[in-house]
């Protein structure tokens, strides 16, 4: 069977197109999106600030204050965060106040405070006076100017004194305001103070001060007054003798000495050795008489029943003892110093 070429072809011919004619075939047509609008694109959140991470804008903030450019590897530095912080932080501490003085300042927290304070100072207190008589001490010190020069007149003349009696009000002796026979701190405490100042002085007339040796000359003068009051608690203790005298009492009446010490030292100044060595046999004579009649009352009661006998004996040798023992003190604390 032979075909022919030229023979008409069955059915529609097709359309070809030429290249040369300067256009092409049109592109398929878009599918219409629905949130477009006469040409016009309606944004997705309508105005709503973006959730979810979607809408993201095309220059985004920088995330925490590092601010890299991008395709840039990061690299440590010491200032990364300062423009994060101080932009965005930094307004709102500085208005807003810290959340430490609001609770400071709430009234439960001070009401809190303040009764946790005053129970922490009544048991500091209460422990404090459990070592501390602060009684006692607040008697000892109880003095006024007029008691002051009343027992330094005593200390220096007490050979005309008659009535060596401690006055007592309910079952309590007077203050020594009230009572110049009554013992007393303030007067061994200015006294050991002063003791040292004219430590300074008179090695400075000597040309031998020294910051050192003024150290320990206060040091070994509180040593031997610790050890002094030691052994006469002692004393008592092993003696077994039953007195009217405190702790507080015996270092009143052995810091008396100082003040005998320092009028040696101050006429030291004018008359050198001669007026030292008078001042202080003087003066030793004076506080042995002092204490002897002092203590006598307080150790030996003038109602005691049997004053002969063996106990009172020691009681008496123990007046003796404190009473002898203060002229050497003075001359040890003193004798180098001229």
Known sequence: MNYNHSSARRGKPKRLLDPSAGFSAPPPPMPQNPYMYNEQQIPMNNGMVPEYGFN??????????????????????????????????????????????????????????????????GSGKQQFGRFVPITALKYHFAVDTNYVFSKLALLFFPFSQKDWSVKYEQDVPLQPRYEK????????????????????????????????????????????????????????????????????????????????????????LLFRKFGYYTILLYFSGSLAFFLTRSLKLRVIPQNHSSYTASGNKRKLYFILYVAGIQPVLMWWLSYHLI
């Open 56 to 121: 993201v804008p095309e220059q985004p903030l920088p995330p925490y204050g590092f601010n890299l450019p991008p395709n840039q590897p990061y690299a440590p530095n010491e200032n990364y965060g300062e423009d994060y912080s101080s932009q965005q932080f930094g307004p709102q501490l500085m208005s807003a106040p810290p959340l430490a003085s609001q609770l400071l300042t709430a009234p439960v927290v001070t009401n809190v405070a303040v009764h946790y304070g005053n129970a922490l100072v």
């Open 181 to 268: 026979n009554a013992p007393d701190l303030y007067i061994p405490t200015m006294a050991f103070l002063t003791y040292v100042l004219l430590t300074g002085l008179v090695l400075g007339v000597h040309e031998r001060f020294n910051v050192e040796q003024l150290g320990i000359v206060a040091s070994s003068a509180l040593a031997w007054g610790i050890i002094e009051l030691v052994v006469h608690t002692v004393s008592l203790y092993i003696m077994n003798l039953e007195t009217s005298l405190s702790t507080l009492d015996l270092l009143a009446y052995c810091g008396y000495k100082y003040v005998g010490i320092n009028a040696a030292l101050l006429v030291s």
